[in-house]
């Protein structure tokens, strides 16, 4: 039964149709309809869907939030005004303004001829666009294919390998309660490689609702490392669904992040469609107060010889609520898949709460799959031992945290990042702000 929180956008795309599709590309317009009419018959999920049984879906879809559908600019530089927490990585540097991407003659670094980086709605086509995400009957995604106007393309040609980091700032930027739909396009062929991070960022204390859908489409032999960093505030829910399909031998690395929050709900489905693909998919949660993390993941491996290894690690303070529920399937003729799945969490409080579920699901019998999880406090025996050596207690825990989540870190290749995430989660034990330095947006 449709409920308020549905409502609200089929009455609003039913009113503005025609200003969405004005304000946007025909790739992407080509898609808004047949998402509308599966969003009609659905509705936000509810906890009683396995997938979201750790999130309340419609509460968070509730309130009546503002949209910037006439794509009205705003009146700001991010190149002169912003300064990311993660600087000085020498990487190629792009701005999306809550979900437009930032067109401006400063130089960004050099790309390799043929590398696109760019607005979507200026370079998308009906080739790539929505061909995963609309194969998931998700309400979010539905709901972000119709009122996505623009976002982010990236495009690696045959054989081309990008040395240098491609580098994201998504600020969310607003004077009132702000929704934001993003679409990120990400697009390597045979044989190329790419390293690209996002990083988000609140530039603004107000009430931000994100919707985020990433599509990635690996080639043969191509390899892709994709970062995803949030250090928002606790007035921003966001929501992101990533699909990524991944051809013969390539390789992906999802890397994901979060600092800062307030409510979070990642969602991954990564697919191992070609024989000899390896996926890694890492995550690292550091929250307290009130603030909500939960990612769900779904790796299915459709072909044999292939591997997946996902490790996942909270730390949870205060009245922190964590949720992991990883999936792996190995689909019938899928022989020879080697698969591991670890999620292993730190409850700093009795009133902290980490719901975890990892699960197999195996049509296959010449397998390697293994999956286990912990709930745990931190080790009494390594506090004791700390203590007899003059380390005071709150020392002791904070060195003890950063150990923890340190496994995920050391395994980022980007070294500039990794030595630059140890610094700001030793920060964000500590209790010291994510305003970064020297950042006019953030006064």
């Given at each position: 039964?449709?409920?308020?929180?549905?409502?609200?956008?089929?009455?609003?795309?039913?009113?503005?149709?025609?200003?969405?599709?004005?304000?946007?590309?025909?790739?992407?317009?080509?898609?808004?309809?047949?998402?509308?009419?599966?969003?009609?018959?659905?509705?936000?999920?509810?906890?009683?869907?396995?997938?979201?049984?750790?999130?309340?879906?419609?509460?968070?879809?509730?309130?009546?939030?503002?949209?910037?559908?006439?794509?009205?600019?705003?009146?700001?530089?991010?190149?002169?005004?912003?300064?990311?927490?993660?600087?000085?990585?020498?990487?190629?540097?792009?701005?999306?303004?809550?979900?437009?991407?930032?067109?401006?003659?400063?130089?960004?670094?050099?790309?390799?001829?043929?590398?696109?980086?760019?607005?979507?709605?200026?370079?998308?086509?009906?080739?790539?666009?929505?061909?995963?995400?609309?194969?998931?009957?998700?309400?979010?995604?539905?709901?972000?294919?119709?009122?996505?106007?623009?976002?982010?393309?990236?495009?690696?040609?045959?054989?081309?390998?990008?040395?240098?980091?491609?580098?994201?700032?998504?600020?969310?930027?607003?004077?009132?309660?702000?929704?934001?739909?993003?679409?990120?396009?990400?697009?390597?062929?045979?044989?190329?490689?790419?390293?690209?991070?996002?990083?988000?960022?609140?530039?603004?204390?107000?009430?931000?609702?994100?919707?985020?859908?990433?599509?990635?489409?690996?080639?043969?032999?191509?390899?892709?490392?994709?970062?995803?960093?949030?250090?928002?505030?606790?007035?921003?829910?966001?929501?992101?669904?990533?699909?990524?399909?991944?051809?013969?031998?390539?390789?992906?690395?999802?890397?994901?992040?979060?600092?800062?929050?307030?409510?979070?709900?990642?969602?991954?489905?990564?697919?191992?469609?070609?024989?000899?693909?390896?996926?890694?998919?890492?995550?690292?949660?550091?929250?307290?107060?009130?603030?909500?993390?939960?990612?769900?993941?779904?790796?299915?491996?459709?072909?044999?010889?292939?591997?997946?290894?996902?490790?996942?690690?909270?730390?949870?303070?205060?009245?922190?609520?964590?949720?992991?529920?990883?999936?792996?399937?190995?689909?019938?003729?899928?022989?020879?898949?080697?698969?591991?799945?670890?999620?292993?969490?730190?409850?700093?409080?009795?009133?902290?709460?980490?719901?975890?579920?990892?699960?197999?699901?195996?049509?296959?019998?010449?397998?390697?799959?293994?999956?286990?999880?912990?709930?745990?406090?931190?080790?009494?025996?390594?506090?004791?031992?700390?203590?007899?050596?003059?380390?005071?207690?709150?020392?002791?825990?904070?060195?003890?945290?950063?150990?923890?989540?340190?496994?995920?870190?050391?395994?980022?290749?980007?070294?500039?990042?990794?030595?630059?995430?140890?610094?700001?989660?030793?920060?964000?034990?500590?209790?010291?702000?994510?305003k970064c330095e020297g950042c006019k947006l953030c006064k």
């Amino acid at each position: 039964m449709i409920t308020s929180s549905e409502k609200q956008y089929i009455d609003l795309y039913t009113q503005a149709r025609q200003i969405i599709c004005e304000h946007s590309s025909d790739a992407m317009n080509a898609v808004r309809d047949e998402a509308f009419e599966r969003f009609k018959g659905q509705t936000f999920p509810s906890k009683k869907v396995e997938r979201y049984k750790y999130t309340d879906m419609q509460a968070l879809f509730a309130p009546d939030y503002g949209l910037n559908l006439q794509r009205l600019s705003i009146p700001v530089d991010p190149y002169h005004a912003f300064r990311c927490d993660v600087p000085n990585l020498s990487t190629s540097l792009y701005f999306v303004v809550n979900d437009a991407f930032f067109h401006s003659t400063e130089p960004k670094g050099h790309l390799p001829e043929g590398v696109i980086v760019g607005s979507l709605k200026d370079f998308a086509t009906t080739e790539y666009y929505n061909r995963l995400a609309g194969k998931d009957n998700d309400a979010v995604t539905n709901l972000n294919t119709i009122l996505a106007q623009d976002g982010l393309y990236v495009y690696v040609p045959k054989g081309v390998v990008v040395d240098r980091a491609v580098q994201i700032i998504n600020i969310l930027r607003s004077d009132v309660p702000l929704m934001v739909n993003r679409r990120v396009l990400i697009v390597l062929e045979e044989g190329a490689e790419l390293k690209l991070l996002f990083c988000d960022h609140a530039a603004d204390d107000r009430e931000f609702l994100s919707t985020q859908v990433i599509e990635a489409y690996v080639g043969k032999n191509a390899s892709l490392d994709l970062y995803c960093l949030e250090e928002t505030h606790h007035k921003n829910t966001r929501v992101s669904n990533v699909y990524i399909d991944q051809q013969a031998n390539s390789r992906v690395k999802h890397n994901i992040i979060t600092l800062h929050n307030g409510i979070t709900r990642n969602k991954l489905d990564l697919m191992l469609s070609g024989e000899g693909a390896e996926c890694a998919c890492y995550g690292c949660v550091i929250a307290d107060k009130q603030q909500h993390v939960d990612n769900n993941t779904l790796i299915t491996h459709h072909v044999p010889h292939c591997t997946s290894n996902e490790l996942y690690k909270y730390v949870l303070d205060d009245e922190a609520t964590g949720a992991f529920a990883g999936r792996v399937l190995v689909e019938h003729g899928a022989q020879k898949t080697v698969s591991q799945m670890t999620n292993q969490n730190l409850c700093a409080t009795r009133k902290a709460r980490m719901f975890t579920q990892p699960m197999l699901e195996i049509y296959a019998d010449d397998v390697k799959c293994a999956h286990g999880s912990t709930v745990g406090q931190l080790n009494d025996a390594a506090m004791f031992y700390m203590r007899q050596r003059g380390i005071p207690e709150k020392e002791a825990r904070t060195l003890l945290q950063q150990a923890f989540v340190g496994e995920v870190i050391d395994r980022i290749e980007l070294e500039s990042l990794r030595d630059r995430l140890r610094y700001l989660v030793e920060k964000r034990f500590r209790g010291e702000l994510n305003k970064c330095e020297g950042c006019k947006l953030c006064k």
